[in-house]
């Protein structure tokens, strides 16, 4: 058979593969489409997206990854490539490494000097010969991908049957058989993954790190959202519109982040658990809005989905350098809570508790998210909804006695009276004030203003949510978002080899948590630190916030590849003096 | 509700930190009698504002109120009319903070005509920040802050309403407090967004404004039939002249609050494969 070389064994379990293509080549339809099929085949995996500068069509890749076990992020090469076409497939050779002995389809032989340098020689198919005028090759890709990795065909039919029900039976019936021609081809070669046993039990999701963002935020209990497009935020805006609408809330589209920041304040001014999602450019406009958050103690929720800046930057891209302006970009001395989820289902969990901590604590609470979890596609067993409601310390009717809205109390936390509230007026202030919410400039009211603030959130107990922690052993890996699964997949390679390393990924960045890092740092005698930026912004944060012990090192970059596990797996063979540990890529 | 007529039970008992003569008196006075007519009850009503002298005028009525940063007193009233349709919601700022800062938001507030009033104290200059040329003065005023050679026309905020789409357009002066009073009580009325321009004075950086009192044409704007005719005195009529100078016939829609249909556990159901 052509090009029937063995395949790496490990690939009986664990596939990645790459579908590009040029403009309209539609690759992105058909890894959207593998995925869903794979998960209802009963496989776990998760999808990215690289896409061109253009804002439709333009050159495009679904990096895939399918799995017989749960998977949190891409391994470090691919094994599969399809190319639909060759369009500027160039521009993706910098993110997308093919593993040795990787397997290469294509529509066409024109390609690249580095693919054509690969083993076994890639295999060409002539559409033009085996489809009909109207079939499409990505579909035929789709077929041919999915027959390789066991998934019978009367579950690609109805994926693409769903796909494409509004486009008429005659479409649907089209891609159907471009499909079936792909997977009559697939026979000649080895199968590339031993399917489960059994097809998808029902307690399987398939969702992206935006949807569980929003959803986190529904399910704690947000009603009001106002947000400006931006990307890589704007699919996270636009699955919650008609969600939050049929729970009987509302979202708008402001003019602008200024407006979104401040519709937030005046719906959660009155008593509606309000959120926007945004990115860096959004959130640097809404700085002055979260201070006044800030001071007035209106309960708000930011998602930032990052990516690459400074400016307009890399949009498509991601990248882990909002820490700074998240955590230090607000003028004056303005306490405020930052968290970051650590995974796509991770952001589930933490939006709610990001809700359900800015409504206990009267705060503005800024969520880190960024791209590479955002509109990462994950496969996942079906999380429990997270248990976190919005529940605001509120203030009852009053007689006469005035509104002591921002009052001393055991907490910290005063009563809020939200309008409506008979005997509760009072007008929250930008400027410095009393107890009742007087403007005052007196030095005493701003320091015991200032102290309650800082108190409320610093003495409230966060629990052990506040960051994700496995392993024991004297070599700590700290990591946050989306360097969370390198880290967490290179500790889980060391421990395989026998080498024990623990990984602590904060959740909750602001306010720090001296003590409980130091228990979790307690024995330790080397510090490995992950991040995606090139100025390391998350060593500095920690050094500035935490003792970090023995040695430290940093493994960090910039740009949309980021951290690689294989990468931090030989930042800790060097730590370790351990070269077993530098072996090309082990699959779990 | 409890028996409130009087504009002073509106008052709280804060004393304003406004120099001595300032219109913005007046517009307090013509506020809490607006109300008073209206029978508004406290609880259920805010004013919301931004920054400036004027900004400071919900601090002194003993409604709800929010007084937030530069600029930005629209979107808090938008985000707070529309989660919570049953108050009354009116804003309050200067020149500056609405037609200059906050623009952007006067555009996109008229556009969106959610049901509140907006209150613009006119002064044709910076009053909080002591002095300078603010986007309603005009280009012949000198001042250290602005010699670059650009001569910047006076906006015209009143044609600029009634092009974004405003349904109400009115023009009161601060010095009538009776008949402002009375311009804001049918502007609180009307069933959209309502844009009130108010002849402030600040009698501090603009002595000469001590005059307007014996230049302002009360009652001379009566609501024009069209918007054309509207927008031909916004553009030509006499920027002295007060009154009502658009309102758009609507039916008054009864705010519906959001309902819900479903939960947060049938959406997730949406992710099963
Ligand atoms: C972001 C920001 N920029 C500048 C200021 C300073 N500032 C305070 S009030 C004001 C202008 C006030 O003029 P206006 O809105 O016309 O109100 P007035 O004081 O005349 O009533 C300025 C520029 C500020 N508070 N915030």
């Known amino acids: 058979m052509p090009g029937s070389k063995p395949m790496n064994p490990a690939a009986k379990q664990d596939i990645t593969l790459v579908i590009a293509g040029g403009g309209g080549a539609g690759a992105l339809t058909a890894g959207e489409l593998l995925l869903k099929a794979a998960a209802r085949r009963g496989y776990f995996g998760l999808m990215t997206r690289a896409v061109g500068p253009q804002i439709r069509g333009g050159e495009s890749a679904a990096l895939l990854r399918i799995s017989r076990a749960p998977v949190a992020a891409h391994r470090d090469m691919f094994d599969v490539?399809?190319?639909?076409?060759?369009?500027?497939?160039?521009?993706?050779?910098?993110?997308?490494?093919?593993?040795?002995?990787?397997?290469?389809?294509?529509?066409?032989?024109?390609?690249?000097?580095?693919?054509?340098?690969?083993?076994?020689?890639?295999?060409?198919?002539?559409?033009?010969?085996?489809?009909?005028?109207?079939?499409?090759?990505?579909?035929?890709?789709?077929?041919?991908?999915?027959?390789?990795?066991?998934?019978?065909?009367?579950?690609?039919?109805?994926?693409?049957?769903?796909?494409?029900?509004?486009?008429?039976?005659?479409?649907?019936?089209?891609?159907?058989?471009?499909?079936?021609?792909?997977?009559?081809?697939?026979?000649?070669?080895?199968?590339?993954?031993?399917?489960?046993?059994?097809?998808?039990?029902?307690?399987?999701?398939l969702i992206s790190g935006n949807q569980a963002a929003a959803?986190?935020?529904?399910?704690?209990?947000?009603?009001?959202?106002?947000?400006?497009?931006?990307?890589?935020?704007?699919?996270?805006?636009e699955w919650l519109g008609p969600r939050i609408e049929a729970l009987g809330g509302q979202l708008v589209q402001a003019e602008d982040e200024?407006?979104?920041?401040?519709?937030?304040?005046?719906?959660?001014?009155?008593?509606?658990?309000?959120?926007?999602?945004?990115?860096?450019?959004?959130?640097?406009?809404?700085?002055?809005?979260?201070?006044?958050?800030?001071?007035?103690?209106?309960?708000?929720?930011v998602i930032d989905v990052q990516r690459a800046g400074p400016s307009t930057g890399i949009p498509t891209r991601s990248e882990q350098t909002d820490l700074e302006i998240a955590l230090y970009g607000l003028h004056g001395e303005a306490?405020?809570?930052?968290?970051?989820?650590?995974?796509?289902?991770?952001?589930?969990?933490?939006?709610?508790?990001?809700?359900?901590?800015?409504?206990?604590?009267?705060?503005?609470?800024?969520?880190?998210?960024e791209q590479r979890i955002g509109q990462m596609n994950m496969i996942l067993d079906a999380p429990a909804l997270p248990d976190m409601t919005a529940q605001r310390k509120l203030a009852q009717p009053a007689g006469d006695d005035p509104c002591l809205r921002y009052a001393a109390t055991a907490d910290h936390v005063a009563p809020m009276a939200i309008p409506g509230t008979a005997g509760g007026m009072h007008t929250p202030t930008g400027l410095e004030?009393?107890?009742?919410?007087?403007?005052?400039?007196?030095?005493?009211?701003?320091?015991?203003?200032?102290r309650r603030r800082q108190e409320?959130?610093?003495?409230?107990d966060y629990g052990d949510h506040w960051a994700h922690m496995e392993g024991e052993g004297a070599m700590a890996l700290i990591g946050w978002g989306g360097a969370a699964a390198p880290v967490l997949e290179a500790?889980?390679?060391?421990?395989?080899?026998?080498?024990?390393?623990?990984?602590?990924?904060?959740?909750?960045?602001?306010?720090?948590?001296?003590?409980?890092?130091?228990?979790?740092?307690?024995?330790?005698?080397?510090?490995?630190?992950?991040?995606?930026?090139?100025?390391?912004?998350?060593?500095?944060?920690?050094?500035?916030?935490?003792?970090?012990?023995?040695?430290?090192?940093?493994?960090?970059?910039?740009?949309?590849?980021?951290?690689?596990?294989?990468?931090?797996?030989?930042?800790?063979?060097?730590?370790?003096?351990?070269?077993?540990?530098?072996?090309?890529?082990?699959?779990? | 509700m409890t028996e409130i007529i009087k504009p002073a039970d509106y008052k709280s008992d804060l004393k304003p930190v406004w120099c001595p003569g300032c219109g913005d008196f007046g517009v307090l006075a013509a506020v809490t009698r607006a109300f008073a007519a209206l029978e508004l009850e406290k609880h259920q009503t805010a004013v919301i504002s931004g920054i400036g002298c004027s900004s400071r005028l919900p601090a002194y009525l003993d409604t709800y109120g929010y007084h937030g940063v530069h600029g930005r007193a629209l979107p808090v009233a938008t985000g707070l009319k529309l989660a919570r349709p049953d108050l009354t919601v009116v804003v309050t700022g200067g020149d500056g903070d609405m037609?200059?800062?906050?623009?952007?938001?006067?555009?996109?507030?008229?556009?969106?005509?959610?049901?509140?009033?907006?209150?613009?104290?006119?002064?044709?200059?910076?009053?909080?920040?002591?002095?300078?040329?603010?986007?309603?003065?005009?280009?012949?005023?000198?001042?250290?802050?602005?010699?670059?050679?650009?001569?910047?026309?006076?906006?015209?905020?009143?044609?600029?309403?009634?092009?974004?789409?405003?349904?109400?357009?009115?023009?009161?002066?601060?010095?009538?407090?009776?008949?402002?009073?009375?311009?804001?009580?049918?502007?609180?009325?009307?069933?959209?967004?309502?844009?009130?321009?108010?002849?402030?004075?600040?009698?501090?950086?603009?002595?000469?404004?001590?005059?307007?009192?014996?230049?302002?044409?009360?009652?001379?704007?009566?609501p024009a039939a069209d918007l054309n005719a509207a927008l031909e005195l916004a553009m030509n009529g006499d920027e002295m002249a007060t009154g009502i100078l658009w309102r758009e016939k609507r039916e008054r829609q009864a705010p519906t609050p959001p309902t819900a249909r479903t939960d947060v556990a049938a959406i997730a159901e949406a992710f099963r494969v």
């Open chain 1, 335 to 369: 306490p405020h809570l930052v968290l970051a989820p650590m995974s796509v289902p991770d952001c589930l969990f933490t939006t709610a508790w990001a809700v359900e901590l800015a409504e206990r604590l009267q705060t503005p609470a800024i969520v880190l998210s």
């Open chain 1, 81 to 205: 490539l399809f190319a639909i076409d060759w369009t500027n497939y160039a521009r993706f050779t910098g993110e997308i490494a093919l593993a040795p002995g990787a397997r290469v389809f294509a529509g066409a032989d024109d390609m690249p000097q580095e693919v054509a340098a690969a083993r076994p020689l890639p295999e060409h198919f002539d559409f033009r010969a085996l489809l009909a005028r109207d079939e499409r090759p990505n579909m035929f890709t789709l077929g041919f991908l999915a027959a390789l990795i066991g998934i019978e065909a009367d579950i690609v039919a109805a994926v693409i049957a769903e796909r494409f029900a509004h486009l008429g039976r005659e479409v649907r019936a089209r891609n159907i058989r471009a499909a079936a021609t792909g997977a009559a081809q697939a026979a000649r070669f080895d199968p590339l993954l031993r399917p489960p046993a059994a097809r998808a039990p029902q307690e399987r999701w």
């Open chain 1, 456 to 460: 409320k959130l610093a003495a409230f």
């Open chain 2, 99 to 222: 037609y200059s800062i906050g623009a952007g938001h006067f555009i996109h507030a008229c556009r969106r005509d959610v049901n509140m009033t907006l209150l613009v104290m006119d002064n044709r200059v910076y009053g909080m920040t002591k002095g300078q040329p603010s986007p309603t003065t005009g280009p012949e005023v000198t001042h250290p802050m602005s010699t670059a050679d650009v001569r910047a026309r006076p906006f015209n905020a009143l044609a600029t309403a009634l092009v974004a789409g405003a349904g109400f357009v009115a023009r009161g002066f601060s010095g009538d407090p009776d008949g402002l009073a009375r311009i804001i009580t049918e502007a609180i009325r009307h069933p959209g967004f309502a844009v009130v321009e108010i002849l402030s004075p600040c009698v501090v950086y603009r002595p000469e404004q001590k005059q307007w009192k014996h230049q302002v044409r009360r009652d001379a704007l009566i």
């Open chain 1, 258 to 301: 200024l407006a979104s920041i401040n519709m937030l304040i005046g719906a959660s001014f009155g008593g509606v658990p309000a959120l926007s999602a945004t990115s860096g450019p959004g959130l640097a406009l809404m700085m002055e809005g979260i201070g006044l958050a800030v001071m007035t103690e209106t309960p708000l929720v």
């Open chain 1, 215 to 237: 959803l986190g935020a529904l399910a704690a209990g947000v009603r009001f959202a106002a947000a400006y497009p931006i990307t890589p935020s704007s699919d996270l805006t």
């Open chain 1, 491 to 588: 500790a889980r390679q060391c421990r395989a080899m026998g080498v024990e390393v623990r990984t602590i990924i904060p959740r909750l960045l602001a306010p720090a948590q001296p003590d409980r890092m130091a228990a979790a740092l307690a024995g330790v005698e080397r510090v490995l630190v992950v991040e995606n930026s090139h100025s390391g912004q998350f060593l500095r944060y920690l050094r500035a916030h935490y003792d970090l012990p023995g040695e430290v090192r940093s493994l960090r970059h910039a740009g949309p590849a980021g951290i690689a596990a294989g990468e931090v797996r030989a930042a800790i063979a060097d730590l370790l003096h351990i070269d077993d540990l530098k072996q090309p890529e082990a699959v779990s």
């Open chain 1, 433 to 450: 004030h009393d107890a009742r919410g007087r403007p005052s400039s007196q030095p005493a009211d701003h320091l015991a203003q200032l």
